[in-house]
């Protein structure tokens, strides 16, 4: 049975990155960085209060948003909870949806081989193109407003 674990997260793995061995990037698998407790507006929704300086959090997949959740099987809807917590730049009610599992990445929260993938949503509202929000549920970092988005507030 774990061999068979082993295999297909390889074949992922190879599907995601062209090679076995797994992407590195800058912020992607650096396991637990938070600093900051999470806050919720309610059960299904973070409470987002600081504005990323980086313009490339959340949007590229070296800069994930980092809402971890997987050891406690509550990372998809921690990526549901900070996704909900977003509003488009003028307050746009967002509307969001899972494109798919991308990016093989080393990381100590890996369930398989201390290896982890990022989840691709697609993000838009009334109007707007669609942005690409790379999420990684496997480690925990403070919790941002990408740039160009606003905030849900209490």
């Known amino acids: 049975m774990q061999k068979a674990i082993l295999l297909l997260a390889n074949i992922l793995l190879i599907g995601c990155t062209g090679t076995k061995k797994a992407s590195t990037s800058d912020n992607a698998g650096k396991g637990d960085t938070r600093t900051k407790e999470v806050e919720f507006l309610d059960d299904q929704t973070y409470y987002l209060t600081e504005s990323a300086n980086d313009k490339t959090y959340g949007y590229e997949k070296g800069?994930?948003?980092k809402v971890g959740g997987s050891k406690e099987n509550s990372g998809p809807k921690n990526q549901r909870r900070f996704l909900n917590g977003l509003l488009g730049p003028n307050g746009e009610q967002i509307k969001y949806y899972r494109a798919g599992s991308c990016c093989g990445f080393k990381t100590p929260n890996g369930l398989f081989d201390n290896i982890?993938?990022?989840?691709?949503?697609?993000?838009y509202w009334d109007g707007s193109d669609?942005?690409?929000?790379?999420?990684?549920?496997?480690d925990k970092g403070d919790l941002m407003i990408p740039v160009g988005l606003t905030?849900?507030?209490k």
């Open 151 to 153: 905030a849900k507030q």
């Open 116 to 123: 982890g993938l990022l989840d691709l949503y697609k993000v």
């Open 130 to 138: 669609t942005l690409n929000i790379y999420i990684n549920l496997y």
């Open 63 to 65: 800069n994930p948003v």
